[in-house]
């Protein structure tokens, strides 16, 4: 496997409802590293560039409508088979059809309320990492235990 990096963001509910903890150590529990992480209410400009592939559907004024309606948890996380990985923890979009143990299966209201956001491909990571955070927010650092992990 390829170590990678992937944008995730905890959104205004997920904020606001006190979950950050609980998806960091979800995150961290994994194995996977923290190489950004920022509080920020973004800006509409922004919000429409995240969300310029929705921008002709009928739902793209309620998405940048909600993303910029309070603080979001910008991150950005590290690890083999990081984007795929962390997809799998967050769980389906629509909170009713996400497994139980997931992120959303376990924490996420309904599909407009969905506390988190996970790029889902190496393209849309970088992105998404480039358009959230400068390059000098992004740090390399080896974890302690890495000499423990077996290859």
């Given amino acids: 496997m390829v170590v990678e990096r992937t944008f995730l963001a905890i959104k205004p509910d997920g904020v606001q409802r006190g979950l950050v903890g609980e998806i960091l150590g979800r995150l961290e529990r994994k194995g996977f590293k923290l190489v950004a992480l920022k509080q920020l209410i973004p800006s509409r400009n922004l919000a429409e ?3 310029g592939v929705h921008k002709e559907r009928p739902f793209f004024d309620a998405l940048v409508g909600f993303i910029t309606s309070g603080p979001v948890v910008a991150m950005v996380w590290e690890g083999e088979g990081v984007i795929s990985s962390a997809r799998k923890l967050i769980g389906a979009t629509k909170p009713l059809e996400a497994e139980p143990g997931t992120i ?5 209201i309904n599909i407009g309320r969905n506390v988190i956001h996970g790029s889902d491909s190496p393209e849309t990571a970088n992105f998404e990492i480039s358009l959230w955070f400068k390059p000098d927010e992004l740090n ?12």
């Fill in 104 to 108: 959303r299966g376990d924490l996420a």
């Fill in 140 to 151: 390399d650092w080896s974890p302690a235990d890495q000499i423990w992990r077996v290859e």
């Fill in 49 to 51: 560039q995240h969300y």
